[in-house]
């Protein structure tokens, strides 16, 4: 039992649970649309794109959630006018723009006399230096995204599995599909300090695609997703806790687990199937 | 024009990028009707489909679809069943969850999934003669099932107008005839349907009236008609057929129907 609260005995560590535990039901919960409607390179390259305005936010001294809030949002919307509009192909332009707004953080970042701490906290997460104006916003803005889905439950599934029907019975596809890129983005904002820029992607996809194995209807998976997204994060961390390991590595390290069980128990279910 | 006309175009003319997909089109569409929609691959059938589920902006013209412009109908209005389904058959939904997805539309985002929608969901199902099968994941249907899923959809938003684009295109022979036999209930009903079809096999069981197309309207009337305008004649040459319509009529004398041949 001790073993369980130890960590407790940390203001700190009980800012960085309560984030992880936020952290993890939202990506997972998102996730489910981003496995469902392949949006996990656009996930990883809103999160690279974020970069930029963290270090721009970090050399003017303003709080880094509205930096990388603000180019995250922009380069959301940006892919999403150019998914719809453009003449590019979609992986193109992500690839352009992620690579090329990671480059210009990188650049300002490397102008800094002392930059290489920070910057290995901002790739892979640095969850315990979540500060309590950090932990407010996280929580601000994972309620803000949990409402939006919520809210929106019934026009994003319909968009998310056929937005042609859809839209011909008066559902607005496209405005569906900024809102979700939005939510994405403020997802994506919220999870980084906890598991970082390079990491974030696997929390958007590991969890869902583990829930997706075991089950065939939208709702659980989305709930099941929500249970290994939570179950990673804050299981993730407990572990780093007593390994003394990196928390992103570790959090990413046990979804990538779970996967990995979600799959084997689909196949064993089966095999007990058939021989039943 | 008036208040019996559910789809009035006027010369309607609908481009994709620099090619006129339809020209000209100048019809109309009774309230009630069932009409069948026919021509050969690329005459323009799911173009004109397309444009008054207010998926396509025409390029000029007019058109008025149950007397506005197809971007001001109220939710739920138009229920449109696509030629190929582009959807992801490994989605995680049931038979159920996708014909639910037809009452979307009609909901509010406060408003509950209630008794009134699971009633419409229902409904349909039985009428598509899938109620057993509502609890099947869509993965596991067949060519046929998945179709008649999707037509269970439309019919449970309880729409004022059904397009059905190639519904009966690689389904089995019993979800031919279900479908025209769901077509017939339905108009019967007072709905109005569209049916696009390259097939001319039968026409006069599906329609009351028959749309000739090749990207202009070349006839617009009922089975009889058509046949004595020699629209059918036009097209025939560049569609697969085998209907009776094709060798059983003798020209009519006089064109006594005056279909409202357009080309």
């Known amino acids: 039992m001790t073993l369980l609260t130890e960590p407790f005995h940390y203001a700190f560590m009980e800012r960085a649970f309560v984030a992880a535990l936020a952290v993890g039901l939202l990506c997972s919960t998102m996730g489910t649309y981003v496995i469902l409607r392949k949006l996990a390179f656009i996930g990883d390259g809103i999160a690279h794109a974020s970069f930029a305005g963290i270090v721009i936010a970090y050399l003017r001294g303003t709080n880094f959630y509205i930096g990388a809030g603000i180019v995250a949002v922009l380069t959301a919307v940006g892919i999403g006018f150019v998914h719809r509009r453009g003449r590019i192909s979609l992986d193109t332009t992500i690839g352009v723009l992620f690579t090329g707004m990671f480059a210009l953080g990188v650049y300002l970042m490397s102008q800094q006399r002392s930059y290489a701490v920070d910057l290995q906290s901002f790739l892979f997460g640095d969850i315990l230096s979540v500060q309590p104006q950090d932990l407010w916003l996280i929580l601000a803005l994972s309620v803000v995204v949990a409402a939006a889905v919520v809210v929106f439950f019934r026009g994003l599934l319909y968009t998310t599995f056929d937005p042609v029907v859809a839209q011909a019975s008066g559902i607005r596809s496209g405005a569906y599909e900024y809102a979700l890129l939005v939510m994405l983005a403020l997802t994506i904002v919220v999870s980084l300090q906890a598991v970082g820029i390079v990491l974030v992607a696997a929390l958007l996809v590991t969890p869902a695609a583990a829930a997706y194995q075991l089950t065939s209807r939208f709702a659980p998976m989305m709930a099941l997703a929500a249970v290994f997204g939570a179950l990673s994060t804050v299981g993730g961390l407990y572990l780093s806790y007593y390994v003394r390991a990196s928390s992103g590595a570790t959090i990413v390290l046990l979804a990538t687990l779970l996967f990995f069980a979600a799959i084997a128990a689909k196949y064993l279910r089966r095999a007990t199937a058939r021989a039943a | ?263």
């Open chain 2, 1 to 263: 024009m008036t208040r019996h006309d559910a789809i009035v175009a006027k010369n309607l003319t609908v481009r994709y990028e620099d090619f006129a997909a339809l020209v000209g089109a100048t019809l109309t569409v009774h309230y009630g009707e069932s009409l069948g929609i026919v021509g050969p691959n690329g005459s323009g059938k799911s173009t004109l489909l397309k444009t008054i589920a207010g998926l396509l902006s025409p390029a000029s013209g007019e058109l008025r679809v149950l007397g506005v412009s197809p971007s001001h109908l109220a939710h739920g209005t138009i229920a449109y069943v696509p030629q190929v389904e582009a959807v992801d058959w490994s989605f995680p939904a049931t038979v159920w969850d996708v014909v639910a997805m037809g009452r979307f539309a009609r909901l509010r985002f406060w408003q509950r999934f209630g008794a009134h929608d699971r009633a419409a969901v229902r409904r349909a199902l039985e009428l598509v003669g899938m109620t057993h099968l509502a609890a099947r994941p869509i993965a596991h249907l067949s060519g046929g099932q998945q179709q008649r899923a999707f037509v269970a959809r439309a019919i449970a938003q309880e729409p004022r107008l059904l397009l059905l684009d190639e519904p009966t295109t690689g389904v089995d022979a019993a979800t031919e005839e279900a479908l025209r036999d769901i077509v017939r209930r339905l108009s019967a009903d007072g709905l109005t349907v569209l049916t696009a079809t390259h097939d001319l096999d039968r026409v006069d069981e599906w329609f009351d009236r028959l749309l000739v197309l090749d990207r202009r309207v070349l006839a617009l009337g009922t089975p009889s008609e058509v046949v004595a305008s020699g629209a059918y004649s036009a097209i025939r040459e560049h569609t697969h057929t085998h209907g009776h319509l094709r060798h059983d009529h003798e020209p009519h004398a006089a064109h006594a129907a005056h279909p409202e041949i357009k080309a």
